[in-house]
């Protein structure tokens, strides 16, 4: 398995930005997919999950952190197995290196620890 994410840049305060995670080499349902974010010094974080729907009909369910709540927007594309993260009004305390997670299983949305599949990380840096 397989998360490659991109869109990852620099921009100014006010911003928008786009990330994306591909998926490969599986063929899994994911219990949830999720974007973490690692400032310089600080531990990695949750920041936003998206929990796939029961049947296709449904809608599907996100979480997000307060930080990032009403600016960034998580989404999912099914059928190619894609993860976005839509990022509006950036701040400079978004600086961060961005990673992409998913899970087979259960547990906490934001811990670490709860999730088994990575991607590699995409550097974002917002300029005031």
């Known amino acids: 398995v397989r998360l490659v994410e991109s ?6 305060a006010g911003g ?4 994306t995670c591909v998926a490969s080499g599986t063929t899994y349902t994911w219990y949830t ?3 973490f974010r690692q400032k310089e010094g600080k531990e990695r974080e949750g920041i936003a999950a998206i929990f796939p729907q029961a049947i296709p009909s449904a809608p599907t369910r996100e979480l997000y952190a307060d930080s990032v709540k009403g600016r960034f927007a998580i989404s999912t594309d099914n059928s190619k197995n894609i993860l976005y993260l839509e990022m509006n009004s950036l701040k400079p305390e978004d600086t961060a290196i961005y990673y992409c997670a998913a899970r087979t ?3 906490m ?3 670490v620890d709860d999730y088994n599949f990575w991607g590699q990380g995409t550097q974002v840096t917002v300029s005031s």
């Open 7 to 12: 869109g990852g840049g620099s921009v100014q």
């Open 16 to 19: 928008s930005l786009r990330l």
């Open 33 to 35: 997919m999720a974007w």
């Open 105 to 107: 299983w259960g547990g």
């Open 109 to 111: 949305w934001n811990r």
